[in-house]
C-alpha cells in the first residue's frame, strides 16, 4: 500500500489550497480515509475522516473551512482547505486506518488507530 499526499505550498491568510492523496495497493472506497496535520513542536493531530460509507467528521480546529471527499474512480482522498489561517501551517499526511468506519474517541481522532500512512506535504500559510 502507498499512500502519496500532494498540493502543498506556500499561501497566504485567507487563502485556499487543496490536497490530494493518491493511493495504490488500497481502494479508498472500502475503507475510512484521513487526514492529519503535524506543526513544528507539536504532535500529530487528526483533523478529518471520511468513512467508507461517506459518514464526514472534522475536528473543531476545520470544521466550517476544510472539507474531506474522494473520488473512488480515480481512488483519489481530497482536502480542500479555505479562509486558511497562520496555525494550519503543517505537514498534511493522509492515512487510514485500514476499516470502513472513522474510530474518534472522545473527539479525538487517533494516529495510532492508522494502518497506512502516506508522506506529507507541506502547508504554510503566511503573509
Known amino acids: 500500500v502507498q499512500l502519496q499526499a500532494s498540493g502543498g505550498g506556500l499561501v497566504q491568510p485567507g487563502g485556499s489550497l487543496r490536497l490530494s492523496c493518491t493511493a495504490s495497493?488500497?481502494?479508498?472506497?472500502?475503507?475510512?480515509m484521513t487526514w492529519f496535520r503535524q506543526a513544528p513542536g507539536k504532535e500529530r493531530e487528526g483533523i478529518t475522516c471520511i468513512s467508507s460509507h461517506g459518514r464526514l467528521w472534522y475536528d473543531d480546529s476545520v470544521k466550517g473551512r476544510f472539507t474531506i471527499s474522494r473520488d473512488n474512480n480515480r481512488n483519489t482522498l481530497y482536502l480542500q482547505m479555505n479562509s486558511l489561517k497562520t496555525e494550519d501551517t503543517a505537514v498534511y499526511f493522509c492515512a487510514s486506518p485500514g476499516v470502513m468506519g472513522c474510530t474518534v474517541v472522545n473527539g479525538v481522532l487517533s494516529r495510532h488507530a492508522m494502518d497506512y500512512w502516506g508522506k506529507g506535504t507541506q502547508v504554510t500559510v503566511s503573509s
Open positions: 495497493g488500497l481502494n479508498l472506497a472500502d475503507y475510512a
